[in-house]
């Protein structure tokens, strides 16, 4: 059964980091691409960044460049979202979410974590 | 980007009713085209893939159509296991896209 299971949501302060965590179990992880999606409560899904199986490709989406670093460790069957500079509208659920496939650009997810919840706010 | 919309933004049915939920893309995302059901206080599950693929284990009553802007998804008789919001979201071009979401509620 794949599970794949978020920490590292806390409340945290305008301009501070955080560094979220996914443990991933029952799939082969370096076969396949990676993502993080979050989500304000009540509100709608945004794609936040992803890395291919490799770690050679990465995308983030644009209000997140410069100030989120995707990684993996395919070893530790780990994924991380290291978060800089976090701003009040970061403030979200971010899911780790499993590609079908190897590429991070084919972006067709098909296991999702339970999420963890990032607070923004001083 | 691409920008996905649907509607309606909300609909009430009963059980056993038919339910089409429309999406449309800003511009032609030929049939990569994903659908989503989220339940409160729970992570969106797959439901479709490729406009029309089932994912493994989603019932038959649901389906997929469309390719290029338009898309549907149909709940050929609607459960109540299948009240939730359903997100359709575009995989054609990064960055990956989604509509605001459909709630089906319970009339």
């Known amino acids: 059964e794949v599970q794949l299971v978020e920490s590292g949501g806390t409340l945290v302060q305008p301009g501070r980091s955080l560094r979220l965590s996914c443990a991933a179990s029952g799939f082969t992880f370096d076969n396949y691409a990676m993502h993080w999606v979050r989500q304000v409560p009540g509100k709608g899904l945004e794609w936040v960044s992803g890395i291919n199986w490799s770690s050679g490709h990465i995308g983030y989406v644009d209000s997140v460049k410069g100030r989120f670093t995707i990684s993996r460790d395919n070893a530790k069957n780990s994924l991380y979202l290291q978060m800089n500079s976090l701003r009040a509208e970061d403030m979200a659920i971010y899911y780790c979410?499993?590609?079908?496939?190897?590429?991070?650009?084919?972006?067709?997810?098909?296991?999702w974590g339970q999420g963890t919840l990032v607070t923004v706010s001083s | 980007d691409i920008q996905m919309t649907q509607s309606p933004s909300s609909l009430s049915a009963s059980v056993g009713d038919r339910v089409t939920i429309t999406c449309r893309a800003s511009q032609s995302i030929s049939n990569y085209l994903n659908w989503y059901q989220q339940k409160p206080g729970e992570a969106p599950k797959p439901l479709i893939y490729g406009a029309f693929s089932l994912q493994t284990g989603v019932p038959p009553r649901f389906s997929g159509s469309g390719s290029g802007t338009e898309f549907t998804l149909t709940i050929s008789s609607l459960q109540p296991e299948d009240f939730a919001t359903y997100y359709c979201q575009q995989s054609y071009h990064g960055p990956a896209t989604f509509g605001p979401g459909t709630t089906v509620d319970i009339k």
């Open positions: 979410v499993k590609d079908q496939n190897t590429n991070w650009n084919d972006f067709r997810f098909d296991y």
